[in-house]
């Protein structure tokens, strides 16, 4: 019988299938990662919705611990902060809510990580403006074609589907990638 769990991950594994062509972007993202701390640096991650969720986890992952305990390491994410969320949306605009952010908390050599599934959000592309104007890096969890956010990021991590869930299963998957890299080239583990 055809279900929708059967249905649902025979396009799961085929989408896992062709991941290993991003291999290479996965390798850079976790090395600017890795300098960036290793440098005093920190990660900030932003993104809405599930993205959003996908921000927080990861970056739990790296202030709390990923494999084995080691110290904390410096990334946050920006949907966290419900005050600053609203207060920003309501007094400027939703469009700025990642943005302003980036701007009081981030440095130059900080990295940006914008995760959306359609790369055309336009509060991450707002964040990632920013970011640059900062000296920042940018990492983005990109899907479908990479939307705008593909040409703005220095190391744009595109998964190939039009489907949501479907990207946000594989961003988890190069996320925790990108968190055992970072422990690794750390020494951490």
Same mark, same amino acid.
């Not at 919705?49 to 969720?53: K, R």
């Not at 309501?90 to 605009?93: A, E, G, L, P």
């Not at 969890?141 to 705008?148: E, F, K, S």
């Given at each position: 019988m055809d279900s929708l769990f059967s249905r649902n /991950?025979?396009?799961?594994?085929? /989408?896992f299938q062709s991941l290993g062509e991003l291999n290479d972007r996965v390798g850079q993202a976790g090395? /600017?990662?890795s300098r960036t701390l290793q440098a005093g640096g920190k990660l900030l991650f932003c993104g809405n @919705? @599930? &993205?959003?969720?996908d921000s927080q986890h990861l970056a739990a992952e790296l202030t709390g611990r990923f494999i084995l305990d080691r110290k904390p390491l410096a990334a946050l994410a920006l949907s966290t902060d419900t005050s600053a969320l609203t207060c920003i949306a309501?007094?400027? &605009?939703f469009d700025e809510v990642f943005a302003r952010q980036v701007q009081g908390l981030g440095r130059a050599g900080d990295v940006l990580v914008g995760i959306s599934t359609s790369g055309n959000s336009r509060n991450v592309i707002r964040a990632v403006e920013e970011a640059k104007a900062l000296g920042m890096s940018v990492i983005g /969890?990109? @899907?479908?074609?990479? @939307?705008?956010l593909r040409a703005l990021c220095d190391v744009p991590i595109v998964v190939p589907s039009p489907t949501t869930a479907r990207i946000q299963e594989a961003h988890i998957l190069i996320g925790h990638t990108l968190c055992g890299l970072i422990e690794q080239q750390l020494g951490l583990v």
């Open positions: /991950l025979a396009e799961h594994l085929a /989408l090395w /600017l990662a @919705g @599930g &993205s959003a969720a309501n007094d400027y &605009s /969890l990109l @899907g479908r074609d990479g @939307g705008a």
